[in-house]
Protein backbone atom coordinates (compact mmCIF):
# COMPACT_ATOMS: atom_id res chain seq x y z
CA UNK A 1 0.00 0.00 0.00
CA UNK A 2 1.32 3.62 -0.83
CA UNK A 3 1.66 5.95 1.89
CA UNK A 4 -1.64 8.01 2.23
CA UNK A 5 -1.28 11.76 1.38
CA UNK A 6 -2.92 14.76 2.58
CA UNK A 7 -5.33 15.93 -0.49
CA UNK A 8 -4.87 19.35 -1.08
CA UNK A 9 -8.02 21.27 -2.90
CA UNK A 10 -7.41 23.74 -5.83
CA UNK A 11 -9.49 24.99 -8.48
CA UNK A 12 -8.89 21.42 -10.41
CA UNK A 13 -10.12 19.46 -7.20
CA UNK A 14 -13.28 17.87 -7.97
CA UNK A 15 -14.78 17.51 -4.28
CA UNK A 16 -17.21 14.92 -3.09
CA UNK A 17 -18.39 13.73 0.31
CA UNK A 18 -15.99 11.39 2.07
CA UNK A 19 -17.28 7.88 2.41
CA UNK A 20 -18.92 7.21 5.99
CA UNK A 21 -20.01 10.87 5.86
CA UNK A 22 -23.32 12.21 5.76
CA UNK A 23 -25.42 15.15 5.22
CA UNK A 24 -28.23 16.13 6.28
CA UNK A 25 -31.35 17.94 7.74
CA UNK A 26 -31.18 17.69 11.37
CA UNK A 27 -35.21 17.49 11.77
CA UNK A 28 -35.08 17.68 15.61
CA UNK A 29 -33.29 20.80 16.11
CA UNK A 30 -33.56 22.41 12.30
CA UNK A 31 -30.62 23.28 9.94
CA UNK A 32 -28.27 20.91 8.61
CA UNK A 33 -25.98 18.79 9.92
CA UNK A 34 -22.57 16.37 8.81
CA UNK A 35 -22.68 12.92 10.30
CA UNK A 36 -18.83 11.58 10.66
CA UNK A 37 -17.45 9.07 12.58
CA UNK A 38 -17.44 10.52 16.30
CA UNK A 39 -18.63 14.10 15.16
CA UNK A 40 -21.23 16.11 14.38
CA UNK A 41 -20.30 19.27 12.29
CA UNK A 42 -22.75 22.07 11.94
CA UNK A 43 -21.67 24.03 8.56
CA UNK A 44 -23.06 27.58 7.86
CA UNK A 45 -25.48 28.34 5.38
CA UNK A 46 -22.64 29.00 2.37
CA UNK A 47 -21.01 25.27 3.56
CA UNK A 48 -24.45 23.75 3.16
CA UNK A 49 -24.71 25.34 -0.35
CA UNK A 50 -21.23 24.15 -1.30
CA UNK A 51 -21.20 20.86 0.08
CA UNK A 52 -24.62 20.08 -2.66
CA UNK A 53 -22.61 20.96 -5.25
CA UNK A 54 -19.71 18.50 -4.04
CA UNK A 55 -20.68 15.71 -6.47
CA UNK A 56 -17.40 14.36 -7.60
CA UNK A 57 -17.89 15.26 -10.74
CA UNK A 58 -17.81 19.44 -10.72
CA UNK A 59 -14.27 20.49 -10.00
CA UNK A 60 -13.45 23.64 -7.85
CA UNK A 61 -13.94 26.49 -10.43
CA UNK A 62 -17.46 24.76 -12.23
CA UNK A 63 -18.44 25.02 -8.21
CA UNK A 64 -17.60 28.81 -8.02
CA UNK A 65 -19.30 29.54 -11.10
CA UNK A 66 -22.18 28.10 -10.47
CA UNK A 67 -22.52 29.94 -7.21
CA UNK A 68 -21.43 33.23 -9.35
CA UNK A 69 -24.38 33.04 -10.79
CA UNK A 70 -27.00 32.83 -8.42
CA UNK A 71 -25.41 35.76 -6.15
CA UNK A 72 -24.16 37.69 -9.31
CA UNK A 73 -20.46 37.89 -7.33
CA UNK A 74 -17.35 37.44 -9.20
CA UNK A 75 -16.39 33.71 -9.79
CA UNK A 76 -12.56 34.33 -9.14
CA UNK A 77 -14.38 35.97 -5.60
CA UNK A 78 -16.04 32.78 -4.69
CA UNK A 79 -13.25 30.59 -5.71
CA UNK A 80 -11.03 32.53 -3.32
CA UNK A 81 -13.63 31.78 -0.63
CA UNK A 82 -14.41 28.31 -1.22
CA UNK A 83 -11.17 26.59 -1.94
CA UNK A 84 -9.75 27.05 1.58
CA UNK A 85 -13.70 26.34 3.27
CA UNK A 86 -13.26 22.92 1.02
CA UNK A 87 -9.45 22.22 2.33
CA UNK A 88 -10.78 22.58 5.74
CA UNK A 89 -13.42 20.36 5.34
CA UNK A 90 -10.90 17.99 3.52
CA UNK A 91 -8.62 18.06 6.38
CA UNK A 92 -11.41 16.86 8.99
CA UNK A 93 -12.11 13.92 6.92
CA UNK A 94 -15.63 15.85 5.72
CA UNK A 95 -14.66 15.54 1.93
CA UNK A 96 -12.67 13.75 -0.52
CA UNK A 97 -10.82 14.96 -3.71
CA UNK B 1 -30.33 24.26 32.82
CA UNK B 2 -32.30 25.13 36.09
CA UNK B 3 -30.05 28.31 36.83
CA UNK B 4 -31.23 29.93 33.97
CA UNK B 5 -32.97 33.62 35.36
CA UNK B 6 -36.54 33.06 33.01
CA UNK B 7 -38.99 31.36 35.07
CA UNK B 8 -40.22 28.08 33.55
CA UNK B 9 -42.97 25.73 34.41
CA UNK B 10 -41.48 23.19 32.34
CA UNK B 11 -38.07 22.17 31.84
CA UNK B 12 -38.41 19.47 29.66
CA UNK B 13 -39.85 21.78 26.91
CA UNK B 14 -36.12 23.65 27.06
CA UNK B 15 -34.17 19.87 27.43
CA UNK B 16 -32.33 19.81 23.99
CA UNK B 17 -32.44 16.33 22.62
CA UNK B 18 -29.55 13.84 23.30
CA UNK B 19 -27.04 13.19 20.43
CA UNK B 20 -25.87 9.82 20.65
CA UNK B 21 -27.27 6.79 21.82
CA UNK B 22 -24.92 4.28 23.33
CA UNK B 23 -26.56 0.59 23.08
CA UNK B 24 -24.30 -2.17 24.72
CA UNK B 25 -25.93 -4.89 22.90
CA UNK B 26 -24.79 -7.33 24.93
CA UNK B 27 -21.86 -7.77 27.53
CA UNK B 28 -20.30 -11.39 26.63
CA UNK B 29 -16.93 -10.41 24.85
CA UNK B 30 -14.60 -13.36 24.20
CA UNK B 31 -11.64 -10.74 25.68
CA UNK B 32 -10.74 -10.61 29.21
CA UNK B 33 -8.99 -6.73 29.07
CA UNK B 34 -8.37 -5.99 32.60
CA UNK B 35 -9.10 -1.91 31.53
CA UNK B 36 -13.05 -2.33 30.25
CA UNK B 37 -15.19 -0.09 31.65
CA UNK B 38 -18.56 -2.58 32.09
CA UNK B 39 -19.28 -2.85 35.81
CA UNK B 40 -17.86 -5.86 37.29
CA UNK B 41 -21.07 -7.10 37.70
CA UNK B 42 -21.49 -7.98 33.91
CA UNK B 43 -25.14 -8.57 32.47
CA UNK B 44 -25.98 -12.37 31.55
CA UNK B 45 -27.33 -13.45 27.99
CA UNK B 46 -30.24 -14.42 29.25
CA UNK B 47 -31.50 -11.23 30.37
CA UNK B 48 -30.35 -9.38 26.87
CA UNK B 49 -33.40 -6.96 24.93
CA UNK B 50 -34.70 -8.86 21.92
CA UNK B 51 -34.12 -7.55 18.36
CA UNK B 52 -37.30 -6.02 18.25
CA UNK B 53 -37.22 -4.53 21.54
CA UNK B 54 -33.56 -2.64 20.47
CA UNK B 55 -35.25 -2.33 17.28
CA UNK B 56 -38.19 -0.05 18.49
CA UNK B 57 -35.80 2.11 21.00
CA UNK B 58 -33.56 2.93 18.09
CA UNK B 59 -36.62 4.53 15.88
CA UNK B 60 -37.48 6.09 19.20
CA UNK B 61 -33.89 7.47 19.47
CA UNK B 62 -34.20 9.19 16.07
CA UNK B 63 -37.66 10.32 16.91
CA UNK B 64 -36.26 12.12 19.93
CA UNK B 65 -33.35 13.76 17.73
CA UNK B 66 -30.26 11.50 18.27
CA UNK B 67 -28.00 11.52 15.69
CA UNK B 68 -25.45 8.73 15.83
CA UNK B 69 -25.93 5.45 17.53
CA UNK B 70 -23.06 3.83 18.99
CA UNK B 71 -23.45 -0.30 18.76
CA UNK B 72 -20.88 -1.31 21.75
CA UNK B 73 -20.61 -3.92 24.55
CA UNK B 74 -19.24 -6.09 24.85
CA UNK B 75 -18.36 -7.54 22.03
CA UNK B 76 -21.43 -6.44 19.74
CA UNK B 77 -20.90 -9.16 17.25
CA UNK B 78 -22.07 -12.50 19.47
CA UNK B 79 -25.86 -11.08 18.29
CA UNK B 80 -26.62 -12.79 15.57
CA UNK B 81 -29.41 -10.01 14.56
CA UNK B 82 -26.46 -7.65 14.55
CA UNK B 83 -26.95 -7.08 10.98
CA UNK B 84 -30.92 -7.19 11.06
CA UNK B 85 -29.72 -4.13 13.96
CA UNK B 86 -27.55 -2.07 12.04
CA UNK B 87 -30.55 -2.51 9.20
CA UNK B 88 -32.67 -1.17 11.29
CA UNK B 89 -30.57 2.17 13.01
CA UNK B 90 -29.50 3.09 9.71
CA UNK B 91 -33.45 2.85 8.68
CA UNK B 92 -34.46 5.57 10.71
CA UNK B 93 -31.83 7.72 9.77
CA UNK B 94 -29.43 6.88 12.73
CA UNK B 95 -25.18 7.62 11.46
CA UNK B 96 -24.41 3.82 12.75
CA UNK B 97 -21.18 3.23 14.22
CA UNK B 98 -19.98 -0.49 15.36
CA UNK B 99 -17.56 -0.27 18.27
CA UNK B 100 -15.85 -3.82 17.85
CA UNK B 101 -12.96 -5.72 19.50
CA UNK B 102 -12.86 -7.54 15.82
CA UNK B 103 -12.20 -11.03 16.95
CA UNK B 104 -15.11 -12.76 15.98
CA UNK B 105 -16.09 -10.41 12.82
CA UNK B 106 -15.29 -11.97 9.50
CA UNK B 107 -15.51 -10.87 6.00
CA UNK B 108 -18.78 -12.00 4.42
CA UNK B 109 -20.43 -10.26 7.84
CA UNK B 110 -18.32 -6.81 7.19
CA UNK B 111 -20.21 -6.68 4.37
CA UNK B 112 -23.48 -7.69 5.45
CA UNK B 113 -23.51 -4.69 7.43
CA UNK B 114 -22.07 -2.55 5.49
CA UNK B 115 -24.74 -3.83 2.97
CA UNK B 116 -26.99 -3.02 5.68
CA UNK B 117 -26.02 0.74 6.42
CA UNK B 118 -22.95 0.33 9.04
CA UNK B 119 -21.30 3.62 8.81
CA UNK B 120 -18.22 3.34 10.64
CA UNK B 121 -15.85 0.87 12.56
CA UNK B 122 -14.21 1.26 15.64
CA UNK B 123 -11.52 -1.26 16.39
CA UNK B 124 -9.45 -1.51 19.70
CA UNK B 125 -6.17 -2.76 19.61
CA UNK B 126 -4.88 -3.90 23.06
CA UNK B 127 -1.29 -3.18 21.93
CA UNK B 128 1.16 -2.87 19.03
CA UNK B 129 3.20 -5.80 19.81
CA UNK B 130 1.11 -9.07 19.34
CA UNK B 131 2.43 -11.25 22.13
CA UNK B 132 1.77 -8.25 24.61
CA UNK B 133 -1.62 -7.11 23.11
CA UNK B 134 -3.02 -11.50 23.58
CA UNK B 135 -1.60 -11.23 27.11
CA UNK B 136 -3.75 -8.17 27.83
CA UNK B 137 -6.57 -9.37 26.28
CA UNK B 138 -6.03 -12.88 27.34
CA UNK B 139 -6.71 -14.24 24.03
CA UNK B 140 -4.28 -15.99 21.98
CA UNK B 141 -4.13 -14.45 18.33
CA UNK B 142 -6.16 -11.72 18.89
CA UNK B 143 -4.11 -8.97 17.50
CA UNK B 144 -3.39 -10.28 13.91
CA UNK B 145 -7.42 -10.76 13.90
CA UNK B 146 -7.74 -7.27 14.77
CA UNK B 147 -5.32 -6.87 11.91
CA UNK B 148 -7.25 -8.64 9.29
CA UNK B 149 -10.54 -7.09 10.38
CA UNK B 150 -9.00 -3.94 9.76
CA UNK B 151 -7.72 -4.59 6.33
CA UNK B 152 -11.01 -6.04 5.29
CA UNK B 153 -12.77 -3.06 6.98
CA UNK B 154 -10.51 -0.44 4.64
CA UNK B 155 -11.68 -3.12 1.38
CA UNK B 156 -15.32 -2.46 1.66
CA UNK B 157 -14.47 1.56 1.67
CA UNK B 158 -15.89 1.95 5.64
CA UNK B 159 -14.58 4.25 7.62
CA UNK B 160 -12.37 2.86 10.31
CA UNK B 161 -11.09 4.01 13.36
CA UNK B 162 -8.43 2.32 15.92
CA UNK B 163 -9.15 2.33 19.69
CA UNK B 164 -5.87 2.44 21.75
CA UNK B 165 -6.88 2.05 25.22
CA UNK B 166 -3.05 3.53 27.13
CA UNK B 167 -1.49 2.01 30.19
CA UNK B 168 1.55 1.73 31.87
CA UNK B 169 2.51 -1.18 29.57
CA UNK B 170 1.58 0.20 25.95
CA UNK B 171 2.27 3.86 26.41
CA UNK B 172 5.49 3.56 25.78
CA UNK B 173 4.79 2.69 21.75
CA UNK B 174 2.23 5.53 21.26
CA UNK B 175 4.45 6.18 18.27
CA UNK B 176 4.01 3.22 16.96
CA UNK B 177 0.27 2.93 17.39
CA UNK B 178 0.42 6.19 15.47
CA UNK B 179 2.71 4.79 12.55
CA UNK B 180 0.17 1.11 12.67
CA UNK B 181 -3.10 3.46 12.07
CA UNK B 182 -1.90 5.03 9.31
CA UNK B 183 -0.25 2.01 7.73
CA UNK B 184 -3.83 0.74 8.09
CA UNK B 185 -5.69 3.20 6.31
CA UNK B 186 -7.52 4.16 9.30
CA UNK B 187 -8.79 7.64 9.14
CA UNK B 188 -9.03 8.57 12.61
CA UNK B 189 -7.33 7.26 16.02
CA UNK B 190 -7.82 7.43 19.44
CA UNK B 191 -4.92 7.74 21.74
CA UNK B 192 -7.25 6.85 25.14
CA UNK B 193 -5.80 6.91 28.40
CA UNK B 194 -7.50 4.10 30.10
CA UNK B 195 -10.67 5.85 32.48
CA UNK B 196 -10.72 4.48 35.62
CA UNK B 197 -14.29 2.50 35.97
CA UNK B 198 -15.31 -0.63 36.27
CA UNK B 199 -12.49 -3.52 35.42
CA UNK B 200 -10.29 -0.42 35.24
CA UNK B 201 -10.93 1.06 38.52
CA UNK B 202 -10.35 -2.73 39.63
CA UNK B 203 -6.92 -3.00 38.05
CA UNK B 204 -6.00 0.71 38.39
CA UNK B 205 -2.75 0.10 40.09
CA UNK B 206 -1.75 -2.79 37.02
CA UNK B 207 -2.37 0.19 34.78
CA UNK B 208 -1.93 3.49 35.87
CA UNK B 209 1.14 5.27 34.08
CA UNK B 210 3.34 8.05 35.36
CA UNK B 211 2.74 11.56 34.56
CA UNK B 212 6.06 11.37 32.84
CA UNK B 213 5.12 8.55 30.82
CA UNK B 214 1.75 10.31 29.54
CA UNK B 215 3.22 13.86 29.38
CA UNK B 216 5.94 12.06 26.63
CA UNK B 217 2.70 10.38 25.28
CA UNK B 218 0.58 13.61 24.66
CA UNK B 219 3.62 15.19 23.26
CA UNK B 220 4.36 12.55 20.80
CA UNK B 221 0.56 12.88 19.88
CA UNK B 222 1.08 16.87 19.68
CA UNK B 223 3.87 16.19 16.80
CA UNK B 224 1.77 13.59 14.65
CA UNK B 225 -1.18 15.79 14.62
CA UNK B 226 0.81 18.57 12.93
CA UNK B 227 2.85 16.24 10.80
CA UNK B 228 -0.88 13.95 9.75
CA UNK B 229 -2.74 16.85 9.01
CA UNK B 230 -5.54 15.65 6.34
CA UNK B 231 -4.23 11.99 6.84
CA UNK B 232 -5.13 10.66 10.61
CA UNK B 233 -7.55 12.70 12.81
CA UNK B 234 -6.32 11.47 16.79
CA UNK B 235 -8.33 12.00 19.34
CA UNK B 236 -6.45 12.18 22.88
CA UNK B 237 -8.01 10.98 25.90
CA UNK B 238 -5.63 11.73 28.73
CA UNK B 239 -6.16 10.06 32.32
CA UNK B 240 -8.12 12.63 34.27
CA UNK B 241 -5.31 11.34 37.83
CA UNK B 242 -2.96 13.79 36.19
CA UNK B 243 -5.18 16.86 35.40
CA UNK B 244 -6.24 19.53 37.37
CA UNK B 245 -9.50 20.14 35.77
CA UNK B 246 -11.89 17.35 34.91
CA UNK B 247 -13.75 16.26 31.76
CA UNK B 248 -17.42 17.15 31.43
CA UNK B 249 -18.33 13.57 32.05
CA UNK B 250 -21.01 12.97 28.72
CA UNK B 251 -21.20 16.66 28.07
CA UNK B 252 -22.71 17.03 31.14
CA UNK B 253 -25.18 14.37 32.80
CA UNK B 254 -28.43 13.76 31.20
CA UNK B 255 -27.03 16.58 28.28
CA UNK B 256 -26.44 14.50 25.47
CA UNK B 257 -26.05 10.86 25.68
CA UNK B 258 -28.14 7.78 26.53
CA UNK B 259 -26.44 4.35 27.73
CA UNK B 260 -28.98 1.42 27.20
CA UNK B 261 -27.57 -1.50 29.15
CA UNK B 262 -27.74 -4.95 27.18
CA UNK B 263 -30.74 -5.66 29.44
CA UNK B 264 -32.41 -2.45 28.73
CA UNK B 265 -31.32 -0.38 31.62
CA UNK B 266 -31.51 3.39 30.78
CA UNK B 267 -28.36 5.13 32.37
CA UNK B 268 -26.81 8.78 31.92
CA UNK B 269 -23.31 7.28 31.88
CA UNK B 270 -22.45 3.16 31.42
CA UNK B 271 -20.80 3.76 34.86
CA UNK B 272 -23.89 5.25 36.73
CA UNK B 273 -24.91 2.09 38.28
CA UNK B 274 -22.50 2.14 40.44
CA UNK B 275 -24.28 5.42 41.99
CA UNK B 276 -26.29 3.81 44.45
CA UNK B 277 -30.11 4.74 44.87
CA UNK B 278 -30.19 6.05 41.32
CA UNK B 279 -33.24 4.75 39.61
CA UNK B 280 -33.33 3.48 36.40
CA UNK B 281 -36.06 3.22 34.05
CA UNK B 282 -35.67 -0.15 31.47
CA UNK B 283 -36.72 0.75 28.20
CA UNK B 284 -38.90 -2.41 28.22
CA UNK B 285 -41.39 0.21 30.18
CA UNK B 286 -40.78 3.28 29.33
CA UNK B 287 -40.50 5.19 25.88
CA UNK B 288 -37.34 6.60 24.87
CA UNK B 289 -38.45 9.77 24.71
CA UNK B 290 -40.35 9.72 28.49
CA UNK B 291 -37.05 8.68 29.94
CA UNK B 292 -34.98 11.16 28.66
CA UNK B 293 -37.43 14.28 29.99
CA UNK B 294 -38.33 12.44 33.00
CA UNK B 295 -36.16 9.69 34.19
CA UNK B 296 -35.03 9.91 37.83
CA UNK B 297 -31.67 8.79 37.10
CA UNK B 298 -31.59 11.58 34.78
CA UNK B 299 -33.01 14.44 36.60
CA UNK B 300 -30.99 13.78 39.45
CA UNK B 301 -28.12 15.67 38.57
CA UNK B 302 -28.34 17.47 35.30
CA UNK B 303 -28.11 21.42 35.29
CA UNK B 304 -26.60 22.28 38.47
CA UNK B 305 -29.31 22.31 41.23
CA UNK B 306 -27.79 19.20 43.14
CA UNK B 307 -24.22 20.63 43.17
CA UNK B 308 -21.96 21.55 46.56
CA UNK B 309 -19.45 23.84 46.84
CA UNK B 310 -17.05 24.11 45.56
CA UNK B 311 -19.24 23.15 42.77
CA UNK B 312 -21.78 25.27 43.11
CA UNK B 313 -20.66 28.55 43.22
CA UNK B 314 -17.78 28.26 40.35
CA UNK B 315 -17.79 30.32 36.72
CA UNK B 316 -16.63 26.42 35.52
CA UNK B 317 -19.78 24.87 36.39
CA UNK B 318 -21.32 24.49 33.38
CA UNK B 319 -18.60 23.93 31.46
CA UNK B 320 -17.91 20.99 33.40
CA UNK B 321 -20.73 20.28 35.12
CA UNK B 322 -18.58 19.64 38.20
CA UNK B 323 -16.95 16.28 36.16
CA UNK B 324 -17.53 12.55 37.06
CA UNK B 325 -20.37 11.90 39.56
CA UNK B 326 -18.84 8.24 39.68
CA UNK B 327 -15.54 9.15 40.18
CA UNK B 328 -16.53 11.87 43.11
CA UNK B 329 -18.42 9.22 44.46
CA UNK B 330 -15.79 6.57 44.19
CA UNK B 331 -12.96 8.70 45.82
CA UNK B 332 -15.16 10.87 48.34
CA UNK B 333 -17.92 8.76 49.25
CA UNK B 334 -20.80 10.98 47.73
CA UNK B 335 -21.69 11.87 44.02
CA UNK B 336 -22.71 15.45 44.41
CA UNK B 337 -19.10 16.10 45.55
CA UNK B 338 -16.29 17.95 42.76
CA UNK B 339 -14.85 15.18 40.66
CA UNK B 340 -11.40 14.36 42.75
CA UNK B 341 -9.80 15.02 39.38
CA UNK B 342 -10.62 19.22 39.66
CA UNK B 343 -7.84 20.69 42.10
CA UNK B 344 -10.55 22.87 43.83
CA UNK B 345 -11.45 19.18 45.40
CA UNK B 346 -10.38 18.61 49.06
CA UNK B 347 -9.39 15.40 47.83
CA UNK B 348 -7.59 16.23 44.75
CA UNK B 349 -4.00 16.09 46.70
CA UNK B 350 -5.07 12.31 47.82
CA UNK B 351 -5.96 11.18 44.04
CA UNK B 352 -3.27 12.38 42.59
CA UNK B 353 -1.12 11.05 45.34
CA UNK B 354 -2.77 7.94 44.60
CA UNK B 355 -1.90 7.83 40.89
CA UNK B 356 1.63 9.06 41.88
CA UNK B 357 2.33 5.91 44.48
CA UNK B 358 0.64 3.28 42.00
CA UNK B 359 2.41 4.04 38.90
CA UNK B 360 5.92 4.02 40.49
CA UNK B 361 5.28 0.38 42.01
CA UNK B 362 5.83 -2.78 40.77
CA UNK B 363 2.13 -3.39 38.97
CA UNK B 364 0.26 -6.44 40.89
CA UNK B 365 -0.78 -9.29 38.57
CA UNK B 366 -4.04 -8.55 36.29
CA UNK B 367 -7.64 -8.89 37.43
CA UNK B 368 -8.70 -10.49 33.60
CA UNK B 369 -12.63 -9.45 33.07
CA UNK B 370 -14.75 -12.33 33.51
CA UNK B 371 -18.29 -12.94 34.55
CA UNK B 372 -19.05 -14.32 37.65
CA UNK B 373 -19.32 -17.97 38.26
CA UNK B 374 -23.53 -18.09 37.85
S1 LIG C 1 -12.58 -3.71 26.59
FE1 LIG C 1 -11.91 -5.80 26.01
S2 LIG C 1 -13.09 -7.16 27.39
FE2 LIG C 1 -14.12 -5.13 27.44
S3 LIG C 1 -15.68 -5.30 25.89
FE3 LIG C 1 -13.89 -4.36 24.91
S4 LIG C 1 -12.76 -6.11 24.01
FE4 LIG C 1 -14.24 -6.98 25.48
S1 LIG D 1 -15.13 23.20 41.25
FE1 LIG D 1 -16.61 21.89 40.21
S2 LIG D 1 -17.40 23.13 38.54
FE2 LIG D 1 -15.52 24.15 39.26
S3 LIG D 1 -13.90 23.36 37.95
FE3 LIG D 1 -13.97 22.02 39.74
S4 LIG D 1 -15.34 20.33 39.19
FE4 LIG D 1 -15.68 21.99 37.69
Redo the contacts between chains.
Sequence with gaps: MTAPKRAIIDSASRPRLAPSTMLREDKARGGWIILAPERVFTPDAVAVEVLHLCDGVRNCAEIAQRLAATYEAETDVILADIVPLLQDLADKGVIAA | MTSAPAPVSDTSARL??P?GLLAELTHRCPLQCPYCSNPLELERAKDELPTDVWQRVFQDAAD??V??LHLSGGEPAVRTDLEALVAHGAGA?L?T?LITSGVTLNESRLHALRDAGL??V?ISLQDVDAANADRLAHYEGAHAKKLRLAEAVRKT???L?LNAPIHRHNVMRTADFIDLA??A?A??LEIAHVQYYGWALANRAALMPTRAQMDESIAIVEEARVRL?????I?LVVPDYYAIRPKPCMGGWGRGLITITPSGKAMPCHAAATIPGLLFDNVRDRPLAEIWTSSAAFAQFRGTDWMLEPCRSCDLRERDWGGCRCQALAFTGDARNADPACAKSGWHAAFTAAAAAEASAEPPPFRFRRMAAP
Design positions: APVLGLQGYNAHQGLATVAGRRKGILTD
